[in-house]
């Protein structure tokens, strides 16, 4: 594992809220902790090397700030609209895809209609491409998540009219 992607690791972790995360291959250990009456990301890193042959330290990474509150109206009013929808949520952690490779057409689009099984994203966890199937029937009336961003176990990825 080299120094860029435990720093994507790190920064990754910061946003995604997790309080701590661990994580052992063969000769690397990492262990990285966030704390919220701090606002600082702690990263322990250790990894045997051969004499002479020692990396650099990977940098902390400070927490993102929490995002401005909506207003209350919007937030009822988009609750109320959201009723009569059924939310698709991830169910892992990862980078979130909606094709399968670059080279690909989108799995499903806004207006797309859908059936139980179809497959409408991956996410990516650890090297592994995981496709997610709809448990429904309908139509995709919003996506929620931008393609090849981040996301958390729980959160809604699509909005879908069962009707």
């Not at 995002?67 to 990862?94: F, H």
């Not at 448990?135 to 931008?146: H, Q």
Request: glycine share 4%; proline share 8%.
């Amino acid at each position: 594992m080299d120094l860029k992607e435990i720093q994507n690791l790190i920064k990754f972790v910061a946003k995604s809220g997790a309080s701590e995360v661990k994580l052992e291959m063969d000769d690397v250990k990492i262990t990285i902790k966030t704390g919220s009456e701090s606002e600082k990301t702690e990263a322990t890193y250790v990894q045997q090397f051969p004499v002479g042959a020692l990396p650099q330290a990977a940098q902390p990474v400070a927490t993102p700030a929490p995002a401005a509150q909506a207003p209350a109206a919007e937030t009822a009013a988009q609750a109320q609209e959201s009723d009569k929808y059924i939310t698709i949520k991830s169910p892992i952690i990862g980078t979130f895809y909606r094709k399968p490779s670059p080279d690909k057409p989108l799995f499903v689009e806004v207006g797309s209609t859908i059936k139980q099984g179809d497959v409408l994203c991956v996410i990516e966890a650890m090297k592994l491409f995981n496709e997610i199937e709809s448990e429904v029937s309908g139509k995709i009336v919003k996506i929620l998540v931008d393609d090849s961003s981040p996301v958390e176990f729980d959160q809604p990825l699509f909005l879908v009219d069962p009707s």
